[in-house]
């Protein structure tokens, strides 16, 4: 088992664990799971049809009752309407401030879960057990919370830290293919800005059976960047926003397609090829990165050509995205493969990303 402990600014402190098979272990961790005299399981259909019926068995060791929410999937359960839900149920359910939250589920139904323990009763203890590539690697670590608002993406929300993080690679088995190359995205993310050791491992392989073997390693790996990377600035005010690298072009592909035509990885992998490409042409990374780059993404599934777009829409894209101060973008840039740097831009010069 890998453990891994990250700590905030405010002093909480709290254990992400790594093992392949850990859901069948969840019924021996009274550290954990102990003293709650309810838990709440929030979950998404199609995980739950895999996982729920054991994850509710073993936690009900610990004598409490355990009741279970089951969401639609999908981002569009990410909203205020289905936070309301929740708060209902946990009324109803005469949830207290003793009581557990476990998210069990992808980045959706983490988001969700940690918004609803951020707010219900001011604050209850959640625990995050994410199933997709991508909440294992990234969304269940580092304590953003929140929920979507109309099309405006993760708008409103809290940074509310989990009281441990419980990560089963083995999960990944019934992940659908498509949300697998989605979750790479972000882990070849990892690999550009911090560790071009990982970027090599990742290049060496034969998807996809290498990779799965090699999963358990690979998690750990992101989550320790992660871990290190919130740390040093839980807030996101600077270092922080390396995190973001291919995100700032990705956001605008996405939203321009209104979140129907590419996924969030896709998105991702076409906007760190594209920033990458600018800063080859300035002279800041050799042309080898961008060639390793695209080779990796080809490799794993994913775009990397920039889709044909209207520049007045990019524009207003651009102006409302909510990580920009004032008619400036910080942007994430690799000098080389496995380090990173912020820049600043003006939105207007931001545009020649987008040609
Ligand atoms: N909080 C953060 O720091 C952070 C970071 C990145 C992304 N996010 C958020 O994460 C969300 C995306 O997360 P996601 O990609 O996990 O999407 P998701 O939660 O929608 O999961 C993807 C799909 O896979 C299914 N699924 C998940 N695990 C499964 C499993 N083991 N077996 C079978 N099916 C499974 C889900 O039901 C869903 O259909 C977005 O809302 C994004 O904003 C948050």
Redesign the pocket.
């Known amino acids: 088992m890998k453990e891994i402990v990250c700590k905030t600014e405010n002093k909480h402190k709290y254990r992400i664990l790594i093992q392949k098979g850990l859901r069948e272990d969840l019924g021996k961790m009274p550290e954990i799971f102990d003293d709650h005299a309810k838990i709440v399981i929030i979950t998404?259909k199609?995980?739950g049809k895999?996982y729920l019926a054991s994850v509710k068995k073993q936690l009900r060791h610990y004598g409490g009752e355990v009741y279970a929410i089951v969401i639609k999937?999908?981002?569009a359960s990410?909203c205020l309407s289905e936070v309301e839900e929740i708060y209902f149920r946990l009324q109803e359910l005469n949830f207290t401030r003793k009581d557990l939250i476990v998210a069990l589920?992808?980045?959706?139904?983490?988001?969700l879960a940690g918004f609803v323990a951020a707010t219900y009763l001011r604050g209850v203890e959640f625990v995050q057990i994410p199933?997709?590539l991508?909440?294992q690697v990234?969304?269940s670590v580092?304590g953003?919370?929140g929920v979507d608002l109309g099309y405006q993406?993760?708008l409103v929300g809290a940074f509310y830290q989990p009281k441990a993080v419980l990560i089963d690679p083995g999960?990944?088995e019934?992940?659908?293919d498509a949300?697998l190359t989605?979750?790479m995205a972000e882990v070849i993310k990892y690999g550009c800005i911090s560790s071009s050791k990982l970027f090599l491992r990742l290049m060496s392989f034969h998807y996809q059976e290498d990779l799965m073997d090699d999963m358990e390693e690979i998690v750990a790996k992101c989550v320790t960047i992660k871990r290190n990377i919130v740390e040093s600035d839980e807030h996101e005010q600077g270092i922080r926003r390396i995190l973001n690298f291919g995100h700032t072009i990705g956001h605008v592909v996405e939203s321009y397609f209104e979140f129907d035509r590419y996924s969030?990885g896709q998105a991702v992998a076409i906007g760190m090829y594209q920033i990458t490409n600018m800063s080859v042409r300035e002279g800041i990374t050799p042309p080898e990165a961008l060639s390793n780059l695209q080779l990796i993404l080809e490799t794993y599934g994913l775009p990397w050509q920039l889709p044909q777009m209207e520049t007045k829409k990019v524009l207003e894209i651009l102006a409302n995205d909510k990580k920009s101060e004032g008619d400036t973008l910080n942007i994430c840039i690799m000098p080389k493969i496995g380090r990173a740097e912020i820049v600043k831009i003006q939105k207007d010069q931001a545009l020649e990303l987008f040609k």
Do not use: I
């Open positions: 998404d199609n995980v895999y999937a999908g981002e990410k589920g992808g980045g959706v139904v983490g988001d199933t997709s991508l909440a990234d969304s580092g953003k919370t993406k993760n999960f990944l019934t992940l659908p949300w989605d979750g969030h």
